[in-house]
């Protein structure tokens, strides 16, 4: 049975940091490509960040580059993602997320095989 398990959310004022965590067991990791999706109340959940198997390629959404960056360790079953700079607009449940591809680029929501539960982040002004 696949597990995909988010940590590390929690409470940080404007201009902060935090970094999530995601286990996934019950898969080869290698076969999957991996991002972060988050959703705020009562909008849609949106990419945040994607990363290929390799770990060799990262994308961002416009609206966190170069304040996060996404990454990945195989040997761990792990994948990461270090926010900074936080500000209110990043306050949402974030959801780790596993498709099975080799590409790299933009995840998509429509194209996720797996979901974990999320973990909620959120940034006090």
């Known amino acids: 049975q696949v597990q995909v398990v988010e940590s590390g959310g929690g409470l940080v004022q404007v201009g902060g940091s935090l970094r999530l965590s995601c286990t996934v067991s019950g898969l080869t990791f290698e076969n999957y490509k991996l991002g972060w999706f988050r959703q705020a109340p009562g909008k849609e959940r949106e990419g945040v960040a994607c990363?290929?198997?390799?770990?060799?390629?990262?994308f961002y959404e416009d609206s966190v580059k170069g304040r996060f960056t996404i990454s990945r360790d195989n040997s761990k079953r792990t994948l990461y993602l270090q926010m900074n700079t936080l500000t209110p607009e990043d306050t949402a449940m974030y959801f780790c997320?596993?498709?099975?591809?080799?590409?790299?680029?933009?995840?998509?929501?429509?194209?996720?095989?797996?979901w974990g539960q999320g973990t909620q982040v959120t940034v006090s002004s």
């Open positions: 990363i290929d198997w390799t770990g060799m390629k990262p």
């Open positions: 997320a596993a498709e099975r591809a080799y590409s790299a680029g933009r995840c998509y929501t429509d194209s996720v095989d797996y």
